[in-house]
């Protein structure tokens, strides 16, 4: 089990996780809430962790990068300890890893099914393009996840904080991003709500 509570989250900004990562040679990019802000170019809201994406093959890669942390794996609100030398079991998709030293979790480090050319969705692997159309590069060299697909994602469980997301974001599409966003719900998600959102705008 892990020595942190599941909320002692003081992460690293997408700058300085950006930072030991500069060098990396294998694909990497920030998801969730921070992409949008890197999208953005400047923090509009509290983001209580970091979430990034590696492929699954480049785990042990990514970990030597960031040897400063302990990783554990997270399944079904299960936390557990991963030895530097154990591999991510098939069924793990997400890694925290913590500054135990510091007593907190830095970073969120997911894993997707795609190659260093291809991103895949992974809650439905028949949604695939070109990795360089699902991802983009901040003015600063930041690799973050193209806002229409973090959209996606947040469709799914649609919090309060992914509604608020959505609201301010959207205004700041362009027709063509408008439209593929309002093509992926009607494909994964028919009858969302932001279908009709997406409408008007």
């Not at 209580?48 to 890669?61: G, P, Q, S, T």
């Not at 990783?71 to 079904?76: E, L, M, P, Q, S």
């Not at 299960?78 to 979790?105: I, M, R």
């Not at 970073?107 to 190659?115: A, Y």
Request: overall charge negative; hydrophobic content about 40%.
């Amino acid at each position: 089990m892990s020595p942190l509570d599941d909320d002692a989250w003081d992460a690293w900004s997408p700058d300085e996780l950006g930072q030991r990562l500069r060098n990396a040679a294998f694909p990497w990019y920030v998801a969730g809430g921070w992409a949008l802000d890197v999208w953005h170019g400047e923090q509009t809201r509290e983001h209580e962790d970091l979430e990034f994406v590696v492929l699954r093959k480049d785990v042990a890669y990514f970990r030597s990068i960031l040897h400063e942390l302990d990783f554990f794996t997270v399944k079904d609100g299960t936390v557990e300890y991963l030895p530097p030398s154990a591999a991510v079991p098939s069924d793990v998709w997400q890694l925290w890893g913590g500054d135990l030293q510091q007593g907190c979790w830095r970073v969120d480090m997911m894993m997707e099914p795609g190659t260093p050319n291809l991103w895949i969705y992974k809650r439905d692997r028949t949604i695939r393009m070109a990795r360089s159309d699902a991802v983009r590069v901040s003015s600063s060299g930041i690799p973050y996840l193209a806002p229409t697909h973090v959209l996606l994602f947040k469709a799914v469980h649609c919090r309060k904080k992914d509604q608020r997301d959505f609201d301010f974001f959207v205004q700041k599409f362009s027709m063509k991003e408008n439209q593929l966003l309002s093509s992926l719900i009607k494909q994964l998600h028919p009858g969302h709500r932001w279908i009709d959102d997406l409408k008007i705008r």
